[in-house]
């Protein structure tokens, strides 16, 4: 059974490009969450989806972040127009329910670089 | 406002010593969780214990254990015979019944020496 599934786990962009990350959660979970840690900070909550609906998304910023978890494949991050300070590793984590109580799955994060 | 407090950035301890990291938290709610998590360098965040609120008994699994002083919202891990594989980063996190997030304090760095 393999555990959440980040791709890239390394991407360097440049100013003004943009960045797309995506996640696989467990298989049966239909929870997706997306976490941003700074360096040397813990991790903040940007937005929680299940399949084709965003739950919760007070943790993103209001622009340029965007995020979508399609009823077939991996839920998305979308990162336009990329600036120095979103230079980060993206964490996801996927549920089979709400998390309240339960255990959430972290995936091994993906670093993004913005030169 | 919910946070979670962790005052001491970085702790070391000896091999096979015991140490505990300290965590307090603010929440006006009375049903929630929390989770102590570990993140070595390859940066993967793993779960190392968990406590719901409304069980008095402290958790514990293997060599790690709380101490969950609900009053004072306190959330302490002891890590006891500290082993080298034990080095990494430490966050403390709790979710509430009525949120769909996790929140993080700004963890605790260990480093296990011979």
């Known amino acids: 059974n393999a555990g959440v599934m980040q791709n890239p786990r390394h991407l360097v962009r440049r100013r003004g490009q943009e960045a797309r990350l995506r996640c696989s959660p467990m298989?049966?979970?239909?929870?997706v969450y997306w976490y941003r840690q700074l360096p040397e900070e813990g991790l903040k909550f940007m937005v929680y989806?299940?399949?084709?609906?965003?739950?919760?998304e007070s943790g993103m910023p209001k622009e340029r972040f965007s995020a979508e978890f399609p009823k077939e494949g991996p839920s998305i991050l979308r990162i336009q127009q990329v600036v120095r300070g979103d230079s980060a590793a993206y964490f996801c984590?996927?549920?089979?329910?709400?998390?309240?109580?339960?255990?959430?799955?972290f995936g091994e994060g993906s670093r993004l670089t913005v030169l | 406002a919910q946070t979670v407090t962790q005052s001491q950035p970085e702790m070391s301890v000896q091999e096979a010593e015991t140490v505990t990291l300290s965590c307090t938290y603010d929440?006006?709610?009375?049903?929630?969780?929390l989770f102590w998590y570990k993140q070595p360098p390859s940066r993967q965040m793993i779960l190392v214990i968990r406590?719901?609120?409304?069980?008095?008994q402290n958790a514990t699994e293997n060599r790690f254990s709380v101490n969950f002083q609900k009053a004072a919202k306190s959330f302490s891990l002891k890590i006891s015979d500290s082993q080298l594989g034990d080095t990494a980063m430490y966050f403390c996190?709790?979710?509430?019944?009525?949120?769909?997030?996790?929140?993080f304090g700004t963890g605790t760095r260990l480093q296990v020496t011979l």
């Open positions: 996190a709790f979710i509430t019944g009525t949120a769909s997030k996790l929140t």
């Open positions: 406590q719901e609120a409304y069980k008095q």
């Open positions: 298989k049966g979970h239909s929870h």
């Open positions: 929440t006006s709610e009375s049903n929630y969780y």
């Open positions: 984590a996927s549920s089979p329910a709400q998390g309240f109580g339960g255990e959430l799955f």
């Open positions: 989806l299940q399949k084709e609906n965003i739950i919760d």
